[in-house]
């Protein structure tokens, strides 16, 4: 008991250490009008475990979550949930957990879980009022075996005849996300975004942007998680969930926000990459700039994306860098295995180890060349935050 109350503390002082503490009117813009996502938080006890946390600690852990997603939105999409209280399992903690790596997980205890979850939830609350479900696990990360995943669409599947229904036939809308009480406010965001960007032809639009099979080898931080982080290092919690378990997450990549539909169309910047272009792109973090990304496509389904991040806002500070990343999209890769990715960044220092290097920025990592397609990149100088960018053909 006196481990578990000391973990208690801790968890506390965490949570206030690592998420901004309130949230300011001046940075929820338009918070009246922004688009709800309402959600059911389904608190989830085991025969053999007391939940270490209240619905309080719950409630304050999603307000924090709602300030990062309208942040990350530009005040157009704003989160409220409703919290069950706790529904005890049938089965111990032990029927119910999983392997860290996600091509070894045991799907039918997924399943069992989310089952028994959302019959335990059934008969008191209206699924149909939600957009997306939570699982909240009164256990740590070490009794379960993963501190937060995505059941649909993701571990059980994505085919989109896939139906989740309670024992009295209500059913689940938009999907199932799973985490324990640690979670860190990156991972809430990682799993949850899976559902938002929801199944396409029978493919998750916001698939992870970590390699698979590389995770399936280093499953956990403590066993070399970052060698995992191929694609987008440390510039995405969809790669990375964080960069530093003691800080906030960094903000989303532009190609993540350009997939939930956060990025205003005019703020979309197409280059047309046969002519010489100049553009100014301003931090990916500030709204208020003109173009936040550009967009070079090389065929029907591959572009470059550029976008400018900065340690500006309440999160992309806690990033292992600043500057302009460009980064090539593939439209025609689903899912981050055997080494293919539908988006990567281009590694302007490849010296500096998992991708922490990546940005290009000046004086000395100005330019990115591409000799195949004949496309140079340059940054011709910085104003304030912003970038000139120039994009030309190679001569």
């Known amino acids: 008991m006196r481990g578990r109350t000391i973990a208690i503390i801790i968890l506390a002082l965490f949570a206030l ?166 979670a860190h406010l990156g991972t809430l965001f990682h799993d949850i975004a899976h559902i938002w960007g929801g199944v396409t032809n029978g493919k998750r639009v916001l698939p992870c942007l970590y390699d698979h099979d590389l995770q399936a080898k280093h499953p956990t931080r403590e066993t070399g998680f970052e060698n995992a982080l191929i694609h987008m290092g440390y510039w995405d919690p969809l790669s990375c969930h964080f960069y530093r378990r003691d800080l906030p997450p960094p903000g989303i990549s532009s190609w993540t926000k350009l997939r939930l539909g956060w990025i205003p169309q005019e703020k979309i910047k197409i280059v047309d990459p046969s002519k010489v272009s100049e553009i100014v792109l301003g931090p990916l973090e500030d709204g208020t700039s003109e173009t936040l990304v550009a967009k070079i496509p090389l065929t029907e389904s591959r572009f470059y994306f550029i976008e400018n991040r900065q340690p500006i806002g309440s999160f992309d500070p806690h990033l292992p860098g600043k500057g302009a990343l460009v980064m090539i999209a593939d439209d025609t890769i689903d899912e981050c295995r055997y080494g293919n990715s539908p988006i990567r960044l281009i590694d302007a220092d490849p010296a500096v180890s998992y991708l922490r290097g990546a940005a290009f920025d000046l004086p000395g990592k100005g330019v990115f060349t591409d000799r195949k397609n004949s496309i140079e990149i340059r940054l011709i100088e910085k104003i304030d935050y912003s970038y000139r960018i120039r994009i030309s053909r190679i001569r």
Not at 45 to 54: A, E, G, R, T, Y
Not at 131 to 141: E, I, R
Not at 143 to 154: A, D, I, L, N, S
């Open 17 to 182: 250490f690592i998420y901004p503490a309130g949230i300011a009117k001046s940075q929820i813009r338009n918070a009246d009008a922004c688009e709800k996502r309402k959600g059911l938080v389904i608190l989830v006890q085991f025969s053999d475990i007391l939940p270490p946390v209240n619905e309080n600690f719950v409630r304050d852990r999603f307000k924090r979550f709602d300030f990062y997603v309208r942040e990350m939105s530009y005040g157009r999409v704003g989160v409220e949930i409703d919290i069950t209280g706790w529904h005890r399992l049938p089965d111990s903690i032990g029927r119910y957990a999983i392997s860290p790596a996600n091509l070894k997980v045991d799907r039918s205890r997924v399943a069992r879980l989310i089952q028994n979850s959302i019959d335990a939830a059934d008969e008191k609350n209206n699924f149909s009022r939600y957009s997306f479900v939570v699982l909240l696990l009164g256990a740590s990360f070490k009794e379960y075996g993963m501190v937060g995943f995505c059941g649909y669409p993701g571990m059980l599947g994505w085919k989109q005849d896939i139906a989740l229904r309670t024992q009295s036939g209500q059913k689940v809308q938009g999907g199932v996300a799973i985490f324990t009480y640690q």
